[in-house]
């Protein structure tokens, strides 16, 4: 089984410090949430996972299938099995759905073997249909200029639909788009459910309880100045929802006083 394994990961960005010594381990199979107030450094675990380069690691490990995840490339990672989802993706008018789909899957086959032809069209259309069927959208997307004149909920549609398509073992979602309505919410939450399973991870990053009446996580982790302060099941985020953040800030001042 593979699991992502964060240690003790400290984060600057310039020379502040933003994350002061996360650990989290995501198991294939298990689906983990991370709550948090604004600008407690949410994006920036996402964007280091990522590989940023704006985002320098100052200290800890990322750890998966054995690798020290912090030394690859975004697409050595990606490769690996990680799928890491663009908060803000951008619009490549002129390249369709499919095509950059096609693309992302044939790179991904020429790495595993450089004489590889890519996948053949019949059987990358059946792949294709499948996963649109699984959830639920319209064919003719498929046929659209990635991103260009997409609605949030479009965007997230093909961030999804990608996520089906790599069948990444691990995911990583940041779902920080204040922007995002309810219909491009109940998208990601939908596709996440649809793909989840004994064979994906997905690490959901969100402000958002609300994204979470959908979603349904095994682990719920709150995030405080840069660390996870507590952890628990679904129950967390109910009574995050009923009682906010702030018996989150006094139980942690306390305790450093
Ligand atoms: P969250 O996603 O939890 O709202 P972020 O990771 O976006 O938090 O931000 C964490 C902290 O890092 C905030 O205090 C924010 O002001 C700061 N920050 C984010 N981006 C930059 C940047 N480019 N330069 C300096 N500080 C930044
Ligand atoms: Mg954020």
Do not use: C
């Amino acid at each position: 089984m593979s699991q992502l394994e964060i240690k003790n990961l400290h984060v600057s960005i310039g020379d502040k410090e933003i994350l002061k010594g996360l650990s989290l381990t995501v198991n294939q199979g298990e689906i983990h949430a991370i709550m948090g107030p604004n600008g407690t450094g949410k994006s920036t675990l996402a964007y280091t996972l990522m590989g940023h380069p704006n985002y320098t690691v100052t200290q800890g490990e990322v750890i998966f299938k054995g690798q020290n995840v912090l030394e690859l490339e975004p697409d050595e990672r990606s490769r690996l099995g990680i799928f890491l989802a663009f908060q803000y993706p951008v619009a490549i008018p002129g390249v369709t759905v499919a095509n950059f789909l096609r693309t992302a899957i044939n790179s991904r086959r020429r790495v595993e073997n450089p004489a590889d032809k890519g996948i053949p069209i019949p059987e990358f259309r059946k792949l294709l249909i499948e996963k649109m069927k699984m959830l639920k959208m319209d064919q003719n997307f498929a046929g659209r200029y990635l991103n260009d004149g997409f609605s949030g909920g479009e965007k997230k549609r093909a961030e999804i639909l990608q996520m089906a398509t790599l069948k990444p073992e691990i995911a990583i979602l940041d779902e920080t788009d204040s922007g995002l309505d309810i219909d491009a919410l109940r998208v990601v939450a939908e596709g996440v459910n649809a793909l989840s399973g004994s064979e994906l991870g997905v690490l959901v990053i969100t402000h958002y309880q609300r994204l979470l009446n959908y979603i349904k996580p095994h682990f719920v982790h709150i995030m405080l100045d840069g660390r996870i302060v507590e952890s628990g099941g679904p129950d967390l985020a109910l009574h995050l929802e009923e009682q906010g953040y702030e018996w989150v800030r006094e139980k942690h001042e306390e305790l450093a006083a």
